[in-house]
Nanobody, 129 residues
Framework: DVQLQASGGGLVQAGESLRLSCATTGLTFDDEVIGWFRQAPGKEREGVIC????????YWPDSVEGRFTISSDSAKNTVYLQMNSLEPEDTAVYYCAAGGRSEFGLEASLGFPTLFPHWGQGTQVTVSS
């Protein structure tokens, strides 16, 4: 049974940092594409960043360039999202997801959340100005 448990959200001020964790069980962890997504009230779910654990390649959109990084610890079956220089626009519920491998690469994976069959429960990130 696959389970993903996201944690680490909270309330911070603009410019501060947070690290989210996604602890997984039941996956062939080292073979997975794992992504972070977020959904703000009234908006569609959007991809934030993802990693292919097969070879460590990563993809992120310009909106988080230089601020967000993703890392993977295979000993703990856990993926981390480090978020720096947070902005009020980053306020959302953050979800981790697994299994979204696309033949078109990580950019395609991140662009289509429906590719991911396994999802965590979400963790709230609120950034005050």
């Amino acid at each position: 049974d696959v389970q993903l448990q996201a944690s680490g959200g909270g309330l911070v001020q603009a410019g501060e940092s947070l690290r989210l964790s996604c602890a997984t069980t039941g996956l062939t962890f080292d073979d997975e594409v794992i992504g972070w997504f977020r959904q703000a009230p009234g908006k569609e779910r959007e991809g934030v960043i993802c990693i292919d654990n097969r070879d460590g390649t990563k993809y992120w959109p310009d909106s988080v360039e230089g601020r967000f990084t993703i890392s993977s610890d295979s000993a703990k079956n856990t993926v981390y999202l480090q978020m720096n220089s947070l902005e009020p626009e980053d306020t959302a519920v953050y979800y981790c997801a697994a299994g979204g491998r696309s033949e078109f690469g990580l950019e395609a994976s991140l662009g289509f959340p429906t590719l991911f069959p396994h999802w965590g429960q979400g963790t709230q990130v609120t950034v005050s100005s």
